[in-house]
């Protein structure tokens, strides 16, 4: 995209510590050399500690935490921010939140799935294993698609068709 070598994808929830970071780390282990991912929230406090739960959720699956931190999307607003091809909400609060202006005027889609944290007690544990492979399907969605299928324009529709693909 616009000359760079990987497709800069930024998944964004509420308060990023538990969604957008699932994605982050599905992302960094799937996209290989072709996608970089990145995550943020619209609410919440910079680096105050995820939850604890999506690490152990995410390490569980052997996948990566190293790095992930909770961080809001003004962070990728500032000059020298990565511009983004592709930003993909995860949460419906979120979804319906105005964007701030992001460098390299990104496709938008939204992947609905619901936040692990308002589960049962004695069902918390499944409620963020059955989240972090609903991502996982659409994350696998997205690095499949062929090359000709990442234009941004093009990128954009297909990432709001993985929403139901995905499902």
């Known amino acids: 995209m616009d000359g760079r070598n990987r497709i800069n994808v930024l998944f964004v929830c509420n308060d990023n510590s538990v969604r957008s970071l699932m994605a982050e780390s599905l992302l960094q282990r799937l996209g290989g050399m072709r996608f970089r991912a990145f995550s943020a929230g619209s609410t919440g406090v910079d680096d105050e500690e995820p939850d604890r739960r999506t ?10 935490v190293a790095g992930l931190r909770r ?11 990565p511009h983004m091809d592709l930003v993909v909400t995860l949460c419906d609060a979120t979804a319906g ?5 992001l460098p390299g005027e990104p496709g ?4 609905s799935h619901p936040n692990p944290l308002h589960a049962n007690p004695d069902d918390e ?6 989240v972090l ?7 696998e969605l997205l690095v499949n698609l062929p090359d000709e299928r990442v234009d941004r324009l093009v990128l954009e529709a297909q990432a709001r068709e993985l929403a139901q693909q995905g499902r």
Not at 125 to 130: G, L, Q, S, V
């Open 55 to 64: 690490f152990r959720a995410l390490s569980e699956a052997g996948l990566p």
């Open 71 to 81: 961080k809001r999307w003004a962070e990728f607003t500032r000059p020298g921010s």
């Open 97 to 101: 939140e105005p964007m701030p202006d």
């Open 108 to 111: 938008t889609a939204h992947w």
């Open 125 to 130: 544990a499944a409620a963020f294993r059955h």
């Open 133 to 139: 492979h609903e991502i996982r399907r659409h994350v």
